[in-house]
């Protein structure tokens, strides 16, 4: 392949958790990028985004904005998109104002050669702390994550401000990997759909973070009924940060949609 057919391609790239890289010739879009923490099935070093022209949150909590003061740190001129919480929650943890943009619902955003559009997402119903949930926390590895993640969870609230991103592909780039042609991509923040809201339907790549539920499987058939994706790439089902979280269990999921689901394996390429 020659060099001036390969900078014509996009790569969307799974960094663990929420992460999500969409990299064109234009720049590199990070979605969410968290750095996981020890104990992880999948270990990110904060390297992995040197480099970021961009950076989109889908909302504010940690393990969606955590990381985003040290990478801005090592990326000085890389600019953050975020809602009003994750826009002010970032500012208290240091982040330049040069650095943040805030956005808001209904706002598209031309990034990288890519235009991106903010539509109103909702975030999962998180399980409760049962006794028997608390239980198996405190039986399980990585116990000493637990003071970290409790005093990012105190000052990262979500305020109901999840962001579901519709975005628009740059029509004259060559797009392979996958059958037909990749125009359009659903990333969702969270694994929800609000009441009321009219959602694109049928886009070519639906990122889907299966996580965040009791149990996933149903309220992912929800959203892939009502969307209709060409393809879904699976995300946020990795072990993250333990103890809180565990592997999550495709096989439902693959079962019922293994013709348009993709999992992803971290560090594959995927050329869209």
Same mark, same amino acid.
């Given at each position: 392949m020659g060099m001036e057919e390969s900078e014509r391609r996009t790569v969307l790239i799974w960094h663990g958790t929420a992460s999500v890289e969409l990299r064109g010739p234009g720049g590199r879009i990070v979605f969410d990028p968290f750095v996981t923490l020890p104990g992880a099935d999948i270990r990110v070093? @904060?390297?992995?985004? +040197? =480099? !970021?022209? +961009? @950076? $989109? $949150?889908? &909302? =504010? &909590? %940690? +393990? &969606?904005i955590a990381s985003i003061p040290e990478i801005v740190r090592r990326n000085p001129d890389v600019e953050v998109h975020c809602t009003r919480t994750p826009f002010y929650t970032l500012r208290r943890k240091g982040v330049p104002i040069k650095n943040l943009d805030m956005i808001v619902i209904g706002e598209t955003m031309e990034l990288a050669? %890519?235009? @991106? /559009?903010a539509i109103q997402g909702r975030h999962a119903v998180l399980p409760k702390a049962t006794p028997k949930r608390i239980g198996m926390i405190l039986n399980a590895g990585s116990l000493g994550n637990l003071p970290w993640i409790a005093s990012q969870a105190a000052v990262s609230k979500e305020n109901g401000e999840t962001v579901f991103?519709? @975005?628009?592909?740059p029509p004259e780039q060559d797009f392979d990997g996958m059958p037909g042609r990749?125009?359009?991509? !659903? #990333?969702?923040? !969270? #694994?929800? #759909?609000?009441?009321?809201v009219d959602y694109p339907t049928g886009s070519d790549v639906l990122v889907l973070p299966y996580n965040g539920w009791e149990d996933n %499987?149903?309220?992912a058939?929800?959203?892939?009924?009502? #969307?209709?994706? /060409? &393809?879904?790439l699976l995300d946020h089902y990795d072990c993250a940060f333990p103890p809180l979280t565990t592997p999550v269990d495709l096989e439902p999921f693959l079962e019922r949609y293994s013709a348009i689901a993709e999992p992803l394996i971290y560090g594959e390429k995927v050329r869209i």
């Open positions: 070093p @904060i390297e992995e985004y +040197d =480099g !970021s022209t +961009d @950076i $989109v $949150v889908t &909302h =504010g &909590h %940690f +393990d &969606h050669g %890519f235009r @991106i /559009k991103y519709q @975005i628009e592909c990749v125009r359009t991509i !659903s #990333l969702m923040g !969270s #694994l929800n #759909l609000a009441e009321g %499987f149903p309220p058939v929800r959203v892939v009924e009502r #969307l209709r994706p /060409k &393809h879904v």
